[in-house]
């Protein structure tokens, strides 16, 4: 079994991994001036030393640092990421509340891209140098370059403001709609245009990729052979060409996913989405440092994960990968 | 003949009925109407929604709504009747005693009653409510029957009557937390019970905050809209667009880019209203570090004043969004004179006082650097660092822009590690709350925010602000203000830049949005959509 091997070897070094990510983090963020006891006299808009003193023994920020650590490591190997400093909730409670709604955003978006993306980078690579290919790279040239959050604003413009067809923001009417396929249609409907906005820059990059991956690959000397064997095109395309020119995307796509948690916070301020990215966000100017630390160690692990997955996707698609190993 | 006399019987009667008529329509359209719902920004998402465990702005819409205090105040800053439907202050000034409402109950069903009042004047304020516990610690609080609340001082406090709002003191239910778990722990905090109009909801992380019409308020046939919703729109572009689709009908303070703001004035359906902020009178500040050279030389910051255009500060860079201050106190305040020391725009005054000082210009003509940490709240600050830069540069005083997040600004001015810096603070409703502590010296205090932190020292200015505090008489006050504010203004303590105007706009059918001094941290209980 050595796929069996793999997997245990790889959750072995993924462990090792997360543990340095943990630690680094938890001095990276300290690193930054100020503390949550500043933030929070900050917005209390007056404070006294008793305040500060009171945050800072409440939360343990007067141990030191050896020490925080330590309990910190403690309690993560019994799942217990802490209390938020702000809003004094546990911390896997407001994580695991926001988490659903950031999947259902970055996954949607994420299938969109996979599926078009490929589909027409390799139409792209089969009419190369046509009008469509043309017309499909100056798209795809465009919504890479342009900034996401733009393309959101446009996206609200034209399909909110102007022909209100699709809510501007949020993932429910503001009204909420009664029954259980209503609400699902609700949220589909304010899923549509920032699953959209996420999903053109990545549509842009697969398209790209592919096509050039095809390219490369067709001129390849064993295509040649099945098209000298007298193979069909379209069967030299999908079984000798794609499968080869898979590998890139398949990298692409494994590493993609991995920050299928962190990686909509421009779409989600835009969209007004309650996902996890802006919890982060907002945890970082706040010196949240434990729901900070939360969010690194949901999305490190997301990210280790999805690397082994991808892993094994690559030994499939390419057996000399495995080989190699 | 003409007019009524011409008329016959019947005409006079049809006028008559038309005048009724007339009349009728007429009140019918004062009338508010029932129902509705509203729907409001909010942004950031608030860390909680109980008064005095946090006290953000963002905590302060949703939670006014339902928590209430004994007293509010009108744009005068009088006191009107809340929870209290009558008070007396004894001559001395020394015993305040309130008469409740009896007839008001909490969300959960149960009386309010004056054991609630001690409660939260003696236990909860002391313990989670920084700005208002030394305030609170002042007073001992009795309850001689159900319905009658005595504070009793040592001395005469002058702010006191001015401290019983919903936010400086929100009176909380003692049932619900006068129990074994800690205040700051107690599962009500994330479903509030209160007396106000409006009940808690539902809040959803990211999404909204959603508030009910409170059914048993009491206040008879109050409040008029059965339902409020603050949603969390983190996007300014987004906020403006949703106001003008008709998406929210009411956003206030921070939530619109000011740059905005006369678009949105423009469009029929919206209105604007710059009122509402007297009880918190905001006013923005260059503080200079005193301890340092060359800030310590009152001629530097008096040619700093004069180097500074104020109108083009308030014209352009908070789009006439805000006034020209002249010293420590807010124009709204009882207590506020202008005849104080002035500074016009005066570059050549400025180079004057700057050669007095024997601060020539080098070479690049330049006389001095110095660094200004710019308040991390959005592009509007950063352009005002840029224009103090380039104000401050025509008078031969290089200026580095330095730059960090809220917690790094807040720790190097805290720490006093810092040449110049802008700020805003809210005065609040007396002197003595929210001005004396930018200015007394006992009030320096190292790691500690909004305190003293330009280091400003006068022995004068102490002993007549501590004596203003403790005086009972109100023209007494005022006379001792008016002094303070004179020397502070020659002694330029700090750069008042301007004072904030904060937008608050709603859908014109929204009415009755901003009726006294509390703004939008009014309870919301007269809010009504006209048909």
Do not use: C
Not at chain 2, 7 to 35: E, N, S, T, W, Y
Not at chain 2, 210 to 232: A, K, Q, V
Not at chain 2, 409 to 438: C, E, H, K, Q
Not at chain 2, 495 to 503: F, G
Request: no cysteine.
């Amino acid at each position: 079994m050595p796929q069996a091997g793999f997997v245990l070897q790889w959750v072995g070094k993924a462990v090792a991994v997360v543990l340095a990510i943990t630690i680094l983090n938890f001095f990276l963020i300290r690193l930054a001036p100020g503390d949550p006891a500043i933030v929070m006299a900050g917005e209390a808009g007056a404070a006294d030393q008793q305040f500060l003193d009171r945050v800072r023994e409440e939360f343990g920020l007067n141990q030191p640092l050896m020490v925080q650590l330590w309990t910190y490591l403690k309690n993560v190997l019994t799942l217990d990421l802490g209390v938020s400093y702000r809003t004094q909730r546990p911390v896997t409670e407001m994580i695991f509340e926001r988490l659903p709604a950031t999947l259902l955003l970055t996954g949607t978006a994420y299938v969109m891209a996979l599926v078009v993306g490929p589909l027409l980078g390799a139409l792209a690579a089969m009419r190369q140098r046509s009008v469509f290919d043309s017309l499909l790279m100056v798209a795809a040239l465009v919504f890479y370059a342009t900034p996401i959050f733009w393309v959101g604003l446009l996206l609200i413009l034209v399909f909110s403001v102007q022909l209100g067809w699709l809510p501007p923001f949020g993932m429910h009417s503001m009204i909420p709609v009664k029954g259980a396929m209503a609400q699902m249609l609700d949220t589909l409907k304010h899923l549509v245009l920032p699953s959209t906005t996420l999903a053109l820059f990545y549509i842009a990059v697969y398209v790209r990729l592919t096509r050039a991956s095809m390219l490369e690959t067709s001129s390849l000397d064993y295509v040649k052979t099945a098209r000298a064997k007298g193979l069909p095109e379209w069967r030299v395309a999908t079984a000798h060409i794609l499968r080869t020119a898979l590998i890139p995307i398949i990298t692409f796509a494994g590493l993609q996913a991995g920050h299928l948690v962190g990686g909509a916070i421009v779409v989600e301020t835009v969209f007004a989405w309650p996902g996890i990215g802006r919890l982060a966000f907002d945890a970082l100017f706040q010196r949240d440092y434990n729901l900070l630390l939360g969010v690194f160690l949901v999305s490190a692990l997301m990210v280790v994960f999805f690397n082994m997955v991808t892993d094994l996707a690559l030994r499939i698609a390419d057996p000399r990968i495995a080989g190699r190993n | 003949m003409h007019g009524l006399q011409s008329m016959g019987l019947v005409g006079r009667l049809m006028a008559a009925v038309f005048a009724i008529v007339l009349l009728g329509a007429g009140m019918a359209a004062a009338q508010p109407k029932q129902g509705g719902t509203l729907n409001s920004t909010l942004w950031p998402e608030p860390p909680g929604i109980v008064i005095g465990i946090h006290l953000n702005a963002p905590t302060l819409l949703p939670s006014t709504k339902m928590f209430e205090g004994l007293l509010t105040y009108d744009f005068d800053l009088n006191p009107q009747p809340v929870l209290a439907e009558s008070w007396e202050v004894s001559a001395d000034g020394l015993t305040y005693t309130f008469k409740l409402r009896q007839n008001v109950k909490w969300h959960d069903g149960k009386p309010f009653t004056a054991q609630d009042v001690v409660y939260s004047l003696t236990k909860f304020i002391p313990e989670v409510h920084p700005r208002s516990a030394p305030t609170f610690k002042r007073a001992e609080v009795t309850a001689p029957d159900d319905y009658t609340v005595v504070l009793t001082l040592k001395e005469p406090y002058g702010p006191m009557l001015r401290s019983f709002d919903a936010i400086s003191a929100p009176i909380v239910p003692r049932h619900v937390y006068d129990v074994a778990t800690p205040i700051r722990e107690n599962p009500a905090n994330r479903a509030p019970i209160g007396t106000g109009p409006f009940k808690f909801g539902e809040w959803r992380s990211g999404e909204y905050i959603h508030l009910l019409r409170n059914e048993n308020y009491w206040l008879y046939g109050r409040p008029y809209l059965d339902e409020i919703y603050y949603r969390f729109v983190p996007d300014s572009a987004s906020r403006a667009l949703a106001l003008e689709t008709g998406q929210v009908q009411l956003a206030t303070q921070n939530d619109i880019e000011l740059v905005d703001v006369a678009r949105l004035k423009a469009m029929p359906h919206l209105e604007v209203t710059t009122k509402g902020w007297e009880w918190g009178a905001p006013i923005s500040w260059l503080e200079m570090n005193l301890r340092r050279a060359p800030f310590s030389d009152v001629r530097f910051r008096k040619a700093v004043m004069h180097a500074l255009n104020r109108e083009f500060i308030r014209d352009s860079i908070f789009f006439g969004l805000a006034s020209v201050p002249t010293g420590p106190i807010h124009s709204s305040s009882p207590f506020y004179t202008d005849d104080v020391p002035t500074y016009d725009y005066n570059p050549d005054k400025a180079r004057a006082l700057l050669d007095e000082m024997g601060l020539k210009p080098d070479g690049n003509g330049v006389r001095a650097t110095v660094g200004l940490l710019g308040l991390p709240y959005g592009e509007l600050w950063d352009r005002l660092s840029q224009y103090i830069r380039q104000a401050l540069g025509e008078v031969g005083i290089g200026v580095t822009i330095e730059t960090a997040d809220v917690a790094g600004w807040g720790n190097r001015i805290s720490n006093w590690d810092v040449d110049m810096s802008t700020t805003y603070l809210t005065t609040l409703s007396d002197p003595a709350l929210g001005v004396a502590r930018s200015y007394i010296t006992s009030n320096q205090r190292k790691g500690v925010l909004f305190t003293n932190t330009s280091g400003y020292s006068d022995p004068e200015v102490d002993r007549l602000f501590a004596e203003a505090a403790s005086a009972a008489d109100e023209g007494k006050r005022r006379e001792l203000y008016a002094k303070v504010q004179k020397i502070v203004a020659d002694e330029v303590a700090l750069a008042w830049l301007v004072e904030l105007q904060w937008p608050t706009i709603h859908n014109a059918k929204l009415k009755n949005v901003v009726r006294n001094g509390l703004g939008p941290n009014d309870n919301f209980a007269e809010a009504y959509f006209e048909e």
